[in-house]
DNA sequence: ATTATCTATAGATCTATAGATAATGC
DNA sequence: ATTATCTATAGATCTATAGATAATGC
C-alpha cells in the first residue's frame, strides 16, 4: 500500500532541490514500511533500505542523517494516510443520516486495509528518539479527536444519547482502540471472525445493545 | 515488581544441577526485566544483563544460548505473574455475590500495577522466534480464557444477560484489551483520568449502562 | 574428577562518513 | 562551479565461545 509523506522539512538533508528530497523522501518511505513490516525496524539495516530504494548507502545519508530519522519518516506517513482514511470514512459516513454505527464501520475497514502499518507503529514507536516520539503520540490524540467530533456533533442532532465529556473522550479512546485490535490480536480473531463478524459484534458492543 | 518464573525446561542448558539453574534463570529474569523496561529489548546488551544478574558475560551464557532466550524467559514470567494476578483478583472478586464489575476492577487493578511489563510484552514480542512467540500468544488467549469462563459462569446463575458464545468471547478480548489500553496509552490517559475514573468509566461502557 | 565460573577475544555486523566521481547548469 | 551520487572503509559495537581457572565432592 502507498503512504503518503511530508515530513520533509523536519529531516536535516545536505541536498539543495527540495522537490528532489521530497522525492527521496518517499522513494525512503515506501522501501523501508516494507522492510520494516517483514523484518522490524532493528533487523532491517540501512543498506537493504538503499538498495530497496534504488540508491547507494552513501546517497541515503545525503537524505536523513540517522537511521532513526527513517522511522520517524515512517511512522508519520502512516499516520498521515490512517488519517486521510479516517477523515474520508467519516465524509462517507456523514453522507447520508450519519450514525455511530456507521462511523465505527468505516473506521474499522481502515483499520483492516492498513493492518499492517498500525502494527508496525504499536511495535516500533518506542525506538524513535524522545522528540519525535511525541509528535507521533500526537498524531494519535489527533486521530482520536475526529472521533469525539463526531459524536459531539450526533449528540447536539440527538442520533446520540447525552454523555459527559469524559466519558465521550474515553469512548472515542475505546473506538480507536478496539479498532487497531482487530490489527494486533488477528492472529487469533481472523481465525474465528470475519471483519464483518467483527464490525457487527464491537458495534453491538460499543453501542451498548443486546442480541 | 518481582516475577515469578518456571520455564527453565525450555532453554538448553550446559549446568548439571537444575536447582542452580532455576535460581540463576531467575536472577537473569530479573535484571533483564528492569533494562529491557528501560532501554528496550534490542538495546540491552547481553554484558549488561550479565553484570545486573552478578556474574560474568561467559556464565550467563552457561544457562541460555541465544539472547532470545532471555527474551523468551522474560516473557513468560510476566505472563506467569499477569496470571497470578488475574486468578487471585478473580478469587477475591468471587468471594461475596461476584459481578462482572468487581472482575473488571480487580483485573483493571493488576494492569495497573504490572503497566511497565504488559508495554513491554506489547513491543517485544515480535523479537522472539516464531515458535516461542507461540508460545507468548498462547499466554495471552489462556488469560483472555478466564473472563470466557467467569462471564458463562455469570451468565448461568443470571447476573449476566444472555449472550451467544461468540459476542462473549470478544466481550472477553476486549476487557483484556480494554486493561491494556491503560498501560500503552498511559501518556495521554494519566493525565486525564485516575485508575479509579478510568475503572469506573470503562465499566459502564463494557456493561452498557448509560450515567 | 567433575562442575561451575571467569577472562579474553574471534568473528561478524552495521552505521555513518570521507573522498572520489559523475551529472547539471551557467 | 555547483550539486548529486557512488565506492570504500573507519570506527564502534555486540554476540557468542574457547580455553584457563576456581570451587566442590568423592
Known amino acids: 500500500m502507498m503512504v503518503s509523506f511530508d515530513r520533509t522539512k523536519d529531516i536535516l538533508t545536505q541536498i539543495k532541490n527540495p522537490e528532489l528530497v521530497k522525492r527521496r523522501h518517499r522513494q525512503i518511505v515506501d522501501a523501508a514500511v516494507q522492510l520494516f513490516i517483514e523484518h522490524g525496524f532493528h533487523k532491517t539495516t540501512t543498506r537493504q533500505i538503499a538498495a530497496a530504494a534504488g540508491f547507494s548507502i552513501g546517497s541515503l545519508y545525503e537524505y536523513i542523517s540517522s537511521k532513526e530519522d527513517i522511522l520517524y519518516l515512517v511512522c508519520d506517513a502512516i499516520h498521515a494516510e490512517v488519517e486521510r482514511g479516517v477523515s474520508e470514512a467519516m465524509a462517507r459516513a456523514a453522507g447520508g443520516r450519519s450514525s455511530l454505527g456507521e462511523v465505527i ?25 524522545p522528540q519525535w516520539r511525541k509528535k507521533v503520540l500526537e498524531n494519535e490524540v489527533r486521530i482520536t479527536g475526529i472521533f469525539v467530533e463526531v459524536m459531539a456533533h450526533l449528540i447536539s442532532t440527538g442520533d446520540l ?22 490489527t494486533f490480536r488477528s492472529w487469533f480473531l481472523a481465525r474465528h471472525y470475519s471483519i464483518d463478524d467483527y464490525i457487527e459484534l464491537q458495534t453491538r458492543f460499543i453501542l451498548g445493545l443486546s442480541e
Open 105 to 129: 464501520r468505516e473506521y474499522f475497514l481502515v483499520c483492516n486495509r492498513m493492518s499492517d502499518h498500525i502494527l508496525l507503529i504499536y511495535q516500533e514507536t518506542q525506538s524513535l528518539p
Open 161 to 182: 444519547p447525552q454523555l459527559s465529556d469524559r466519558a465521550m473522550e474515553l469512548m472515542a479512546h475505546n473506538i480507536s482502540v478496539l479498532g487497531h485490535m482487530w
